[in-house]
């Protein structure tokens, strides 16, 4: 298995160009399946979660063009099968996202239950409770999510908690329903804003988008569209956090400083000059040490529960003691145990992680766990003296596009080292 290694100790310095959000194109892209003629995806990111939503739509006889720019053309018009297997679904727990169109445009589909994850249990009752308010027969049989349906109907779906990919599901079965859906304590991120932003730019009537009442009104058919996706927000606070755990100061370019709100004021808080343009976000530590920052995860527009694992890294080497309390997964502290490795000083208290910062910590080797957790290794390891080697990185190209290209751009010393 592939591994990262990095020679720590170097403050960053320079531009970064950030990609398109993971989280939001992997649902516009499931939304695909909805229309009625081909839709045209541009900023793409290039990651491992793409490719396999890509497969996935494939194998359902989706047609998939991809140009030498990352642009998706896809059209979903020879669909056929609407089935999303196991052997793909616990890679990629987002994939999910297609239970919605599936069951709204086609009217059946099969789709793998998510399962368990390194972060925590994550269930899918909340989707499954909206679709069966709008009408869909659901069964869960063999470990798989069977729903059908003729034409389904608006309805008030009231969500017990945000949740972000079942606001999604639910919304892009709604679109196709006959009449009004409202949907009641709906996830306000702005992954579910981009979704619903494109799905009005195929026909849809979507309203309340970046609130918590979204309005759906149903529509007979939705037509095809060119849709650029938004930047990564995570992707972005993942590289300011870079900048700041190495005293170091770092451009943002191509990105969105508005949706960052929360993320930019810890870092000011751990003592970063932070400055936004429009699409540019900078960073200057001016050589400094951070200090350490308490966080609290909870759904947009407060602290995201994404972001969590990078400022654990960061407060390792931070000036005093930072509390890091995790809200949204109650298993989400892999990371700790491979940060202790390198001479961080931790303690776990249920969902909550007290870091003390200490002066320095020393390279070694690792493995990454899950998505974030592997960002924030790779941060440590950029400070961490020596050399830090990171196992299993597998993880981090679902969801960072060439990381260790785009780190080395900001002069780390970081290499991939092949199976
Ligand atoms: C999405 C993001 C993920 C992010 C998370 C929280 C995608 C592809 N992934 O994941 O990166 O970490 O939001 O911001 O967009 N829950 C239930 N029942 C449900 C659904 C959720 O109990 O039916 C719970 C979850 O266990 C969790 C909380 O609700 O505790 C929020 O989860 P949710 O927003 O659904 O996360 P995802 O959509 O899976």
Known sequence: ???????????????????????????????????????????????HDVTTTMELLGQMGAELVVDEHMRIRVDPRPTSRFFAPYELVKTMRAAIVVLGPLVAKYGEAEVSLPGGCAIGSRPVDQHIKGLRTLGAEISVENGYIKARAKRLKGARVTMDMATVTGTENIMMAAVLAKGTTVIENAAEEPEVCDLADCLNRMGAQISGIGTTRLVVDGVERLHGTEYDVLPDRIETGTFLVAGAITGGRVRAKHTRPEV??????????????????????????????????????????????????????????????????????????????????????????????????VPKMSGAQLMATDLRASASLVLAGLVADGETVVDRIYHIDRGYENIEEKLGGLGAQIRRLPT
């Open 260 to 357: 960052l709100k929360s993320v930019l004021s810890k870092l000011e808080d751990a003592g970063a000059h932070v400055s936004t343009d429009t699409d540019t976000i900078e960073l200057d530590m001016r050589g400094k040490r951070p200090r350490a920052v308490d966080v609290s995860t909870a759904p947009y527009p407060a602290f995201p529960t994404d972001m969590q694992a990078q400022f654990t890294a960061l407060n390792c080497v931070a000036e005093g003691t930072g509390v890091i309390t995790e809200n949204v997964f109650e298993n989400r502290f892999m990371h700790v145990q491979e940060l202790h490795r390198l001479g961080a000083d931790i303690k776990l208290e249920g969902n909550t992680a007290i870091v003390r910062g």
């Open 1 to 47: 298995m592939a591994s990262i290694v990095i020679s720590g100790g170097k403050p960053l310095s320079g531009d970064v160009w950030i990609s398109g959000a993971k989280n939001a194109v992997l649902p516009i892209l499931a939304a695909c399946l909805l229309a009625d003629e081909p839709v045209t995806l541009g900023n793409v990111p290039h990651l």
